[in-house]
């Protein structure tokens, strides 16, 4: 009899330290798994890794004890999460929509700042993907500080009101003394090279696709608006 397919989820949690990823991902290699998703975070010192895997049926039940027992020995919490193929295919065909990237900059950044983009994405329909610091890690001693630090969310689908949504990053980048730039990734194809992945493209009209180069005009922007104040806002949208 044909073994079916299994599809599940696991969390890992706890304090990071070289060869908690390679212990667990040595299990799934040993069983033959397929990972579907995987993504690894690491916010002061504290280790947060998702691995979505595919495995028979048969070797599920050996997988999830070795994982449990390894995460007892690494000190790590772990969870399961079984996920159905109708809810798998569901998210798969999410990829398609579209992506954009929003860079937040200022000389500090602060939790009104953030809650603010993130209502202004949450209020247009559109899920964020990813949450990047783009600057170093900050001091407690002001002093010490850098004169900027910066925040980079990835966020897919279609906003509701696209002009609506640049009103609102105007509005709150005046209110709360910040740079916000927003810009597009529309319809990113798989066999795009890694560097076109990450700085996204528009398609000129001949169909050919072109570089936008985004980062750099949020660097730039954002300098100038520190050398001419608010005036330099307008150009970041």
């Known amino acids: 009899m044909e073994q079916k397919d299994e599809i599940i989820l696991i969390n890992i949690n706890g304090t990071d330290r070289p060869g908690v990823t390679a212990a667990l991902t040595e299990i799934l290699a040993k069983n033959n798994a397929v990972i579907l998703d995987i993504g690894q975070a690491d916010i002061h010192n504290n280790l947060s890794l998702g691995i979505l895997f595919q495995s028979s049926e048969g070797n599920s039940g050996d997988i999830l004890k070795e994982l449990l027992f390894k995460s007892y020995e690494l000190d790590v919490n772990i969870r399961f999460n079984p996920i159905s193929e109708e809810a798998y295919n569901q998210w798969v065909s999410m990829q398609g929509k ?47 500080r850098t004169p900027k630090a910066s925040v980079e969310f990835s966020v897919r689908g279609t906003p509701r009101d696209k002009e609506q949504m640049k009103a609102d990053f105007m509005k709150l980048s005046a209110e709360q003394e910040m740079d916000i730039s927003f810009s597009g990734r529309k319809h990113v194809p798989t066999h795009a090279p890694p560097d076109l992945l990450r700085y996204g493209f528009d398609t000129d009209r001949d169909g050919s696709d072109r570089r936008t180069g985004y980062p750099d005009r949020c660097w730039r922007s954002s300098e100038s608006h520190y050398r001419s104040g608010h005036a330099g806002r307008n150009r970041l949208l």
């Open 98 to 144: 579209n992506r954009y990237i929003i860079t937040i900059l200022g000389r500090k950044l602060t939790a009104r700042q953030i809650a603010g983009v993130t209502r202004i994405v949450a209020d247009q329909d559109m899920n964020i993907d990813d949450i990047k610091r783009l600057t170093g890690r900050i001091p407690l001693d002001e002093n010490a």
